[in-house]
């Protein structure tokens, strides 16, 4: 099985980057054999549709469960339309939650958990005068 796991580097003992849409990099790893590969996140700088275009990305790479910290609607949407799983996990490495899948200690989410946009860093909707 193919599981993605949203991270800040590109190995196994990088951790986990709770966003989902605008993580740094997925590591996808064959769950069964442990071996892996690290892709960075083209969709980290979008400037809408972060979330969507990685659930795609993920998809494309034939991923059938992801492991991050938080989901925003668009991307639960599509996440949910490819079929994919999607497991929350609040920090560790990407080992850790190889491990916790394996072991099945983590908790499945079926929607988004935090709002539209929730991912993007600093930007401010509005602003100040």
Not at 28 to 38: G, M, P, R, V
Not at 61 to 84: Q, S
Not at 102 to 128: D, F, K, Q, Y
Request: aromatic residues 6%; contains cysteine.
């Amino acid at each position: 099985m193919k599981l993605a796991v949203t991270s800040q580097g590109t190995s196994l003992a990088s951790p986990l980057d709770p966003r989902f849409g605008r993580c740094e990099h997925f590591v996808i790893i064959d769950a069964d054999t442990e071996e892996f590969e690290a892709f960075s996140n083209e969709s980290v700088m979008a400037s809408g549709g972060a979330g969507s275009q990685s659930a795609q990305f993920l998809a494309n790479k034939d991923v059938e469960a992801v492991v991050t910290g938080n989901v925003g609607p668009n991307a639960a949407m599509a996440l949910e339309a490819a079929g994919i799983k999607v497991y929350r996990m609040g920090s560790g490495t990407v080992k850790d939650a190889l491990d916790a899948f394996r072991a099945g200690t983590l908790e499945a989410i079926s929607g988004p958990t935090v709002g539209s946009h929730h991912g993007m860093g600093g930007r401010r909707r509005g602003g100040r005068r």
